[in-house]
């Protein structure tokens, strides 16, 4: 089992950017994939990106690719999210989650442990 405490989000004007961190401990916490997911105001919870835990790979949903980036540091076990020309529609709550080894596609079942969120709002 892993805690995650995320923190990082803020207000920003559109095109700026963020970097959100995601902080693991616990067991082994390098061996786990982590998944970031968002939630708007009055939708769902969806994946945004993930990280692998076995080789770091990487996989990203089409609205994001080409301007979030995901990467982890196993010496103090944080996960990053880079985030760059942001828009509105990225504004909600971001949260990073776990699961075992390898990322398993953007349903939540799979993450078991999952951090309280930081607020990212874009706006002018």
């Known amino acids: 089992q892993l805690q995650l405490v995320e923190s990082g989000g803020g207000l920003v004007q559109p095109g700026g950017s963020l970097k959100l961190s995601c902080k693991a401990s616990g067991v082994t916490p390098q061996y786990y994939a982590i998944g970031w997911f968002r939630q708007a105001p009055g939708k769902e919870r969806e994946g945004v990106s993930c990280i692998s835990g076995t080789d770091g790979s990487t996989y990203y949903i089409d609205s994001v690719k080409g301007r979030f980036t995901t990467s982890r540091n196993n010496f103090n076990n944080t996960i990053y999210l880079q985030m760059n020309n942001l828009k509105p529609e990225d504004t909600g709550v971001y949260y990073c989650?776990?699961?075992?080894?390898?990322?398993?596609?953007?349903?939540?079942?799979?993450?078991?442990?999952w951090g309280q969120g930081t607020l990212v709002t874009v706006s002018s």
């Open positions: 989650a776990s699961t075992k080894l390898i990322c398993r596609g953007w349903g939540l079942d799979p993450y078991t442990d």
